[in-house]
């Protein structure tokens, strides 16, 4: 398997071997003696999610302030830019985003440690992710960051959009907090308010 640590170095890229002939393809899509070599972290999964998207459709930025969550997040089906936010108060990189391009044919995975908000726009016609997380979802500790916030400066690729206007989101990411107003939240967590 081939990774990359992008520019935080916690968020990894991950590409397996992939065997492929005229028949199709195999893959391994998780080995968790590789994946702790590569991100150094011990897997422990609890859940796996399935999420199928429209083309426009934007989820995220969503993180947990109790039970975060680590996400390993794949795509076997369209393409996504998928987004991670560093929240956690006592990062270097706290506020700092990295993305990657993850689709069913580059079959690459991003490892989305805990402490870290995510979030995903739809290029395709329809998109299908599924995720490992390494705790469980917890909707009362559950937040959301606004995906546009000008604090935050996130590079959503909207020049390659292939709609016109604003993404698709739920109502809940429709009233997602402003990046100040979730770090107030994260910092009195944290006892730092």
């Known amino acids: 398997m081939r990774y990359e640590k992008l520019a935080i170095p916690d968020v990894v890229l991950l590409a397996p071997r992939v065997f492929g002939d005229d028949r199709g ?71 700092h985003w990295v993305s990657a391009r993850l ?25 299908e992710l599924l995720y490992k997380t390494s705790d469980y979802y917890a909707p009362e500790y559950e937040r959301a960051i606004r995906w546009d916030d000008p604090a935050l400066s996130i590079d959503w690729c909207r020049d390659q959009w292939a709609w016109s206007g604003e993404p698709t989101l739920s109502r809940k990411d429709q009233d997602a907090l402003s990046w100040h107003a979730a770090l107030r939240e994260i910092r009195a967590v944290d006892g730092r308010a």
């Open 103 to 127: 689709s069913a044919d580059n079959h690459r995975q991003l490892w989305v440690p805990p402490g870290f908000a995510h979030g995903f726009v739809v290029f395709s016609d329809v998109a």
């Open 25 to 95: 393809f195999f893959m391994e899509s998780f080995n968790q003696r590789v994946f702790e070599d590569v991100t150094g972290v011990p897997a422990t999964f609890v859940q796996d999610n399935h999420s199928r998207s429209s083309r426009g459709v934007l989820r995220g930025l969503h993180f947990q302030l109790h039970q975060p969550q680590g996400k390993l997040v794949r795509v076997v089906a369209g393409e996504v830019l998928d987004v991670a936010v560093d929240v956690r108060p006592r990062s270097a990189t706290l506020g």
